[in-house]
Each structure stands twice: as structure tokens, then as C-alpha cells.
């Protein structure tokens, strides 16, 4: 099977009677082409099977016009769904993606960074919660513009977008306490960095508004925001005595293993034991009990970080959001039937 010959410029230009430059302004949309002109020499482009090189036109405009995208964990709902928001935006402005996970190694993470700069992606969308100040000093900077999305270490990390978890874990326990829960736990991540930090901060607010306080048997920690974690959180929970009434686990993942452990062990959700999640990832929804969760808009997480990094590269956006340094999103609570008022004693 023989080869098929690559197309060029030069040879649709040769065809259609015309210089390769107008050719190159016909294909690039250019309107200093005449319109009949333009359409002949895209149909003649058509008809021959041109495909552009990527690689010529990198070398001529210095942009690859792909962005590269690294995160937690491939096998993570929430971040497929942000994902699926920057894809939305990207294609539209005809760019592409490199994606790449880390798996909670800051190693990898550090070398999939330069890796990307190596293959010349314009920016990076980098969706990891733990990168800190430290680690940008002994990475000397970042090689290539970037914006980190679902970090809000603003004073360091410039170009970030961000959901307002604290808020969201107030609301969730808010929620709790209006329904006459006291003994209240909080299920945490090991590994989520700040984001641990401001949910759990958010249930240790509502709680001292209610003249509360996170007592510290109920103030639990698992190893990450998996499943197994959350069959962890319920062995906790399990051993405590009295038990909580209520548990607002770190993430809906988390909740998933923890419902089934409690269920398992004969707890009924929500008479015996009310549960919540974080995130709103689409299977919360259809667990039975359906879980209460707090929703986070992960879908325009996604689009404002694309629209964010495209406006860095100097393209025009859609959104003035996504010109600030520092975005910050809101959810909302979705009340489901894994909540309900405490047990009578």
C-alpha cells in the first residue's frame, strides 16, 4: 500500500492559478481574499485532502494552539465534568488538549508540567489542590502561562479560579443544625490540602454560630476523597460512642463508601444516621437514599478556566470573568433524602 502524498500550499496554489500566499489567507479566513476566490480555493483544498501542519505553523506563529490540562486522578467524576467544560470552550476557539494525571504524586505532577512545556502546549490548566508557594519557589516559577483552577492560594498563585467551599460546607451543616442535629461529624482528606482546610472550616463556623463546636471525636480523617475512604469514615463513625446523628463527608465519593458500610451494618440513612456530600457529581442524585450534597458548578469551573487561559494567550473572550486574576464561583445546597431530623433518644 503506497503512502498518500501530502498536500501543500504550493501545490493548491499551482491548481487554482493563484500565489500560496493568498492561498494561506484563504484557508486562514482572511478578508482581504475576494469571497469567490476564498470559497474556490477551500473547495479545491477539500477536494485535494490538505490537512495543515501543525508543526509549520508552529514554527511560524510560535503557538501549537494546544493547552495542556493536569489533575488529581483520571478516574475522578468531578474533574471529568470540568474537563468536559474546558473541551466545550477550546474546540470552538480551535485549540486542543493534552491531558495528563498526577495521581496525588508530586513528582509526576512536576514533571508533567515540564513535559507539557517541552511539547510546547501555550498554557497550562492546572487542576491540582495542593500546590503551594513552596513548591513554585523550587520549581523556579512555571516555563509557560498558567491557570490554576480549584486552588485558591491567591496570594501566590495568580490566575486562579476557585469554588467558595467554605460557604458550601456552612450551608450543608446550617442545613443539619435547622433540622435538629447536635452531634454533627465532619468526614476529612488527608491529601485534599486546602481544600480540606476551608470545608472543614466552613462546618467549624456554623457550628460556633449555633454556640457549637467540631468535637474532636467527631472530627474524623480518612487517606483521600475515594470511596474506600469513605468505607473508612464509617468504621470511624461506627466506633464512636454516642454516634453522631449526622456526618458531611469531605466529597460525594466519599459518601457513596460510607453509605454502603452504614447500610451494611444494618444503619438506616437517614433515620438512624443523616449523611451529606460535597461536590453534586451525577450519581449523588440516584443513591438510595438520594444524597444531600452541595453543588458545585463544575461545568463552568471548566469553561471559565479555558476562557481564562485563551484571554492570557490574547484571545478574545465571551466571559469578563475570565479577564480577573482571581475567580471566584458559588454553588448551591441540594436537599435530598439522605437528611433528615435525629433519631428520637
Not at 470511624?236 to 454516634?243: H, K
Not at 433515620?271 to 457529581?281: K, L, P, T
Request: glycine residues 6%; aromatic residues 6%; contains cysteine.
Amino acid at each position: 500500500m503506497s503512502t498518500p502524498k501530502h498536500v501543500t500550499i504550493k501545490e493548491i496554489a499551482r491548481r487554482a492559478g493563484v500565489s500560496h500566499s493568498t492561498v494561506s489567507r484563504a484557508l486562514n479566513n482572511l478578508p482581504v481574499v475576494a469571497p469567490e476566490t476564498a470559497a474556490r480555493i477551500r473547495a479545491l483544498a477539500h477536494e485535494l485532502g490538505y490537512m495543515p501542519s501543525a508543526t509549520a505553523r508552529t514554527l511560524k506563529t510560535n503557538r501549537s494552539r494546544v493547552l495542556g490540562v493536569i489533575y488529581n486522578r483520571i478516574a475522578d467524576p468531578f474533574y471529568s465534568e470540568v474537563l468536559a467544560g474546558i473541551q466545550s470552550v477550546v474546540h470552538r476557539y480551535g485549540y486542543s488538549v493534552f491531558v495528563s494525571a498526577f495521581e496525588y504524586d508530586p513528582r509526576r505532577e512536576e514533571g508533567l508540567i515540564r513535559t507539557m512545556a517541552a511539547r510546547q502546549v501555550d498554557a497550562l490548566l492546572l487542576c491540582s489542590t495542593t500546590f503551594t508557594a513552596q513548591r513554585l519557589q523550587e520549581m523556579g516559577g512555571l516555563p509557560i502561562p498558567a491557570v490554576f483552577v480549584h486552588n485558591r492560594a491567591t496570594d501566590v498563585l495568580p490566575h486562579s479560579i476557585y469554588h467558595d467551599d467554605r460557604s458550601g460546607t456552612r450551608a450543608l451543616t446550617q442545613h443539619l443544625l435547622e433540622l435538629g442535629h447536635r452531634r454533627i461529624a465532619f468526614g476529612g482528606n488527608a491529601r485534599g490540602g486546602l481544600l480540606h482546610e476551608q470545608r472543614r472550616q466552613g462546618v467549624v463556623d456554623a457550628l460556633a454560630e449555633a454556640g457549637l463546636r467540631l468535637d474532636p471525636a467527631y472530627d474524623l480523617m480518612a487517606p483521600d476523597g475515594q470511596m474506600r475512604s469513605g468505607a473508612i469514615l464509617a468504621e470511624q463513625v461506627l466506633a464512636c460512642s454516642p454516634r453522631p446523628t449526622a456526618i458531611l463527608c469531605f466529597n460525594d465519593m466519599q459518601a457513596l463508601g460510607l453509605m454502603q458500610v452504614l447500610q451494611t451494618a444494618g444503619l438506616r440513612i437517614p433515620d438512624d444516621i443523616s449523611v451529606a456530600g460535597f461536590d453534586d457529581i451525577p450519581l449523588a442524585a440516584f443513591l438510595y437514599p438520594a444524597l444531600t450534597t452541595y453543588h458545585q458548578p463544575q461545568w463552568e469551573l471548566g469553561e471559565l478556566a479555558a476562557q481564562a487561559a485563551l484571554h492570557m494567550l490574547g484571545e478574545p473572550v465571551t466571559d469578563p470573568r475570565a479577564t480577573f486574576d482571581v475567580i471566584t464561583l458559588q454553588g448551591r445546597l441540594m436537599v435530598r433524602r439522605s437528611t433528615a431530623p435525629p433519631p428520637v433518644p
